[in-house]
């Protein structure tokens, strides 16, 4: 039986391997992006009311793991319904933090678990976008609430739908709400970027009607139809925030998770050639298009869940549609549904099917990556999709494509670098608040070597010290040589160079 299991196996890497090979050359930079999502406990925490020690434990890992595979971006879901996860002056905490009963927030009073989050996540050279849910007030009618939560405070901007509670767009002093939830994060915390997903407004459920009717008598000034007035509100929540970020932090990312098809051809001949019953702008009110041509928005990465050769949904012709949307302020990643693969599904029982997709991003030179959903995935067999990632897709590391502008006239450059033995120290020369990151080259003495070509990027991290370890057994003379990476993600000069002998 385990014999047979080998076997499989090693077929399964050999074909997995073969399909990975085809791809173009792995590129220097490029999106790899996870995922991890906090309500429902689906990633993290695992289970509520978890100490602060083993909320570190269970984030330390996620991230071990996250750099192990070559991933280097985490979309950390902060905010899941009118509830985050750090200490906020304008929202309580999460009950999948704390618990039903909000007992444990005491226990919370000496740990930021976002802070935490965003300092073990740079100190592996991963990036962490806060992923904000902007209107989902509540999963369930019943949902504990602390006293202090939206729902309680202000129920005369919710709306019921579905069973679960709404944040009406249509309300100013709402939207106004998530401006301050934003701003405060923005203010006090060194994240990379700001994220949000596809929850606009709802997805239909059969014989229910979002009932907003007094909103939009009361704050429809310019008498705009419905569905106008609608998309019109979650523009303004769009437009704002990307002013408030670069006000505020012009290095910081603003990107959506939209659903994957903005319109169907049928009804937009700008639209892709699917037959989606629903869309982004008809049904959930959110003119990606309009926010990419406006600039407002710095990446989209669309949720192309379906698989290749589906009938009203393909993912080639998706991935294709998204990646002609692309400009030069505006990148496309594509969302990647990791709970398909090895589902009920026979199209999801095709082995090739998650990597050729893979594949097929990363060989088309408008889209610059791919994001993950979600963590918990990889706790199951994935057909050694994780294996592969480590030793074949993202085998090499890779900075974010993400160069946003700055007015600021900005230089790093290494002023002094040294080693003893295998550890490697420099020294800074400029303001080390415009820093990020540190990457390390490193290639064989006499090697011709090219900056440009990830094969020689060793480790990437916001420390300003590494143990040079030996891999693989090597012997030999290694040149190592470091530049610094700014905030807005644009790489300075490189050191002189070290060399160890191993």
């Known amino acids: 039986m385990l014999t047979t299991a080998l076997v499989c196996l090693f077929s399964i890497t050999q074909i997995f391997t073969q399909t990975i090979n085809k791809n173009v050359d792995k590129p220097q930079r490029e999106m790899r992006g996870l995922w991890v999502s906090v309500i429902g406990n689906i990633d993290w925490p695992t289970v509520k009311g978890l100490s602060p020690n083993n909320l570190r434990t269970e984030a330390t890992t996620i991230l071990d793991r996250a750099a192990e595979m070559g991933l280097n971006t985490i979309f950390l879901q902060v905010r899941p319904s009118c509830d985050v996860i750090y200490p906020s002056k304008i ?29 073990q996540a740079h100190h592996r050279g991963i990036e962490l976008h806060a992923w904000i849910n902007p209107f989902r007030v509540s999963p369930m009618l019943d949902y504990p609430c602390d006293t202090s939560h939206l729902s309680v405070k202000h129920p005369e901007w919710t709306i ?36 949000f997903d596809d929850y606009f407004y709802p997805y239909p459920v059969e014989n229910e009607t979002f009932c907003d009717t007094a909103s939009f008598r009361q704050y429809n000034p310019n008498e705009l139809a419905l569905e106008d007035w609608r998309r019109s509100n979650v523009d303004s929540v769009i437009c704002n925030v990307e002013r408030l970020i670069k006000r505020e932090k012009s290095w910081l990312a603003f990107g959506i998770s939209p659903f994957g098809v903005w319109r169907n051809s049928t009804e937009d001949p700008r639209g892709s050639n699917t037959q989606a019953s629903v869309t982004d702008y008809d049904v959930l009110c959110a003119d990606v298009l309009k926010w990419i041509f406006e600039e407002w928005i710095d ?74 959903f979600s963590y918990r995935q990889f706790n199951r ?7 592969q990632m480590k030793s074949d897709i993202y085998m090499h590391r890779s900075l974010v494509p993400l ?100």
């Open 403 to 502: 160069t946003l502008d700055c007015d600021d006239d900005v230089e790093l450059e290494i002023d002094k670098i040294s080693h003893t033995g295998t550890k490697i120290r420099w020294v800074l020369d400029g303001d080390a608040d415009n820093l990020r990151f540190y990457i390390v080259y490193r290639y064989k003495k006499f090697e011709q070597f090219d900056p440009s070509d990830p094969r020689f990027i060793y480790a990437i991290t916001d420390s300003n010290e590494i143990i040079a370890e030996r891999l693989n057994g090597e012997e030999g003379r290694y040149v190592f040589r470091v530049a610094p990476v700014d905030k807005w993600r644009r790489e300075h000069s490189l050191s002189r160079r070290v060399t160890i002998q191993y």
């Open 299 to 372: 990446y989209v990465v669309p949720q192309i869940y379906w698989h290749t050769g589906h009938k009203k949904v393909d993912f080639d012709t998706l991935q294709r549609w998204w990646s002609a949307q692309s400009t030069e302020h505006t990148r496309i990643f594509v969302g990647h549904a990791l709970f398909k693969v090895n589902s009920g599904a026979s199209a999801w029982k095709n082995i090739d099917e998650m990597p050729d997709q893979i594949a097929k991003v990363r060989g088309n030179e408008r889209l610059d990556g791919s994001v993950f």
């Open 381 to 387: 067999d994935l057909y050694n999709l994780e294996s």
């Open 160 to 195: 019921k739908y579905a069973g679960k509670l709404y944040l009406d767009p249509g309300i100013p002093a709402a939207r106004a709400h998530v401006m301050s939830v934003i701003d405060e994060i923005v203010h006090n915390y060194d994240i990379d970027g700001i994220h």
């Open 91 to 119: 929202e309580p905490y999460s009950e999948y933090v704390v618990g039903e009963n909000f007992a444990r927030v005491d226990s919370l009073k000496d740990f930021d678990a976002l802070k935490f989050w965003i300092e």
